[in-house]
């Protein structure tokens, strides 16, 4: 039974910066990405960034590249999302997932949620003033 262990949400102001933790226990090589989605209140859920264990891709959507960084640490089955230069508009509860894509986002551009087996119990994420 795979697990996803999050950390690190909270309150933070505009143009501020967090990083969010994802523990992976239990997976298996096969389950080869492990990334972010997110979803604010009325909002339909959008995949943030992921990251792929094979080679180290990476995907970014559009409205996150240049502020924030996803990456891992493979000793320790940890997952990292640096956000910086954070906006009231990324207020979320932010969900850790791994999964085995049919194709892969880096390739494909986007993260389809259903593709991604495993899911973390979400960290809320909020920005403002």
């Known amino acids: 039974q795979v697990q996803l262990v999050e950390s690190g949400g909270g309150w933070v102001q505009p143009g501020g910066s967090l990083r969010l933790s994802c523990t992976v226990i239990?997976?298996?090589?096969?389950?080869?990405?492990i990334g972010w989605f997110r979803q604010a209140p009325g909002k339909e859920r959008e995949g943030v960034s992921c990251f792929g264990t094979k080679d180290d891709s990476t995907y970014y959507a559009h409205f996150v590249k240049g502020r924030f960084t996803i990456s891992r640490d493979a000793a320790k089955n940890t997952v990292y999302l640096q956000m910086n230069s954070l906006e009231p508009e990324d207020t979320a509860i932010y969900y850790c997932v791994t999964g085995r894509p049919r194709v892969a986002p880096w390739y494909t551009t986007k993260m389809i949620d259903y593709e991604y087996e495993y899911w973390g119990q979400g960290t809320q994420v909020t920005v403002s003033s």
């Open positions: 239990g997976s298996t090589s096969e389950y080869y990405a």
